[in-house]
T-cell receptor, first 115, second 113 residues
Framework: AQKVTQAQTEISVVEKEDVTLDCVYE???????LFWYKQPPSGELVFLIR??????QNEISGRYSWNFQKSTSSFNFTITASQVVDSAVYFC????????????FGTGTSLTVIP | NAGVTQTPKFRILKIGQSMTLQCAQD?????MYWYRQDPGMGLKLIYY???????DKGEVPNGYNVSRSTTEDFPLRLELAAPSQTSVYFC????????????FGQGTRLTVV
C-alpha cells in the first residue's frame, strides 16, 4: 500500500535558520513520483517540485533544496536561511504507476518562521 | 489564466441540506480531482475523473457524487449534509495521470451545523 509519512507535525525556527522537513514514503512500485506542495496561510496549495523514482539527483532552487534517497525511501526538503514568508504547511505527496490516478498526501508539516 | 476556479469559497449548511461545489479549469487538463482536507489529516481523495464522462471513487466517496460532462467542469454534489462533511474541499487538475503536478483551486470551507 502507498503511504507518505511526515513525522514532524509542527516546526518553529528563527528567521535565517536552516530547516529540513522530512518525508518518508512507502510503495511497492519501482516507478513512482514524489511531490512537495506549500500551503500558505491563504489556503491554496502551491506546487514546488516533482521527482520521479529514476532520478535521484538532488535539486536546488534558490533557498530550497531536495534530497531524494531511495535507500531510505525519503524525500526531504531543506529551506536555507528561512524567511517569514516560508511560514506555511508543507505537504509531501506520492503517486505511482499502479494507482496513478491519485496523489497520496502526507499529513503535512506546519512551519513557523519567527522574525 | 485562471487555472482552477472553485466556488463558493465559504458555505454554511444545515444538516440534511444539499449543495453543489463548483470547479472549473481552463488548462484543458484531462484529470480532475476532489480532495477534502481535515485538520492534521492531510488531503483525502473523494472522487476523480480521467476525462469527460468518466468518474471514479477515491478513498472517501460516501455522501458525495460527481459528474464530468465537459473537460472543464467537475462539480461535487453533497446530498443530505452531515456534520462529518465539515471540511475544506479542494478541486485539482492535472494534464494526465497523477505523475504530473496537480494544480489546485483555492478551496471551499464548508461547515455543516
Amino acid at each position: 500500500a502507498q503511504k507518505v509519512t511526515q513525522a514532524q507535525t509542527e516546526i518553529s525556527v528563527v528567521e535565517k535558520e536552516d530547516v529540513t522537513l522530512d518525508c518518508v514514503y512507502e510503495t511497492r512500485d519501482t516507478t513512482y513520483y514524489l511531490f512537495w506542495y506549500k500551503q500558505p496561510p491563504s489556503g491554496e496549495l502551491v506546487f514546488l517540485i516533482r521527482r520521479n523514482s529514476f532520478d535521484e539527483q538532488n535539486e536546488i532552487s534558490g533557498r530550497y533544496s531536495w534530497n531524494f534517497q531511495k535507500s531510505t525511501s525519503s524525500f526531504n526538503f531543506t529551506i536555507t536561511a528561512s524567511q517569514v514568508v516560508d511560514s506555511a504547511v508543507y505537504f509531501c505527496a506520492l503517486s505511482d504507476s499502479n494507482t496513478g490516478n491519485q496523489f497520496y498526501f502526507g499529513t503535512g508539516t506546519s512551519l513557523t518562521v519567527i522574525p | 489564466n485562471a487555472g482552477v476556479t472553485q466556488t463558493p469559497k465559504f458555505r454554511i449548511l444545515k444538516i440534511g441540506q444539499s449543495m453543489t461545489l463548483q470547479c472549473a479549469q481552463d488548462m484543458n487538463h484531462n484529470y480532475m480531482y476532489w480532495y477534502r482536507q481535515d485538520p492534521g489529516m492531510g488531503l483525502k481523495l473523494i472522487y476523480y475523473s480521467v476525462g469527460a464522462g468518466i468518474t471514479d471513487k477515491g478513498e472517501v466517496p460516501n455522501g458525495y457524487n460527481v459528474s464530468r460532462s465537459t473537460t472543464e467542469d467537475f462539480p461535487l454534489r453533497l446530498e443530505l449534509a452531515a456534520p462529518s462533511q465539515t471540511s475544506v474541499y479542494f478541486c485539482a487538475s492535472s494534464l494526465n495521470r497523477a505523475n504530473t503536478e496537480a494544480f489546485f483551486g483555492q478551496g471551499t470551507r464548508l461547515t455543516v451545523v
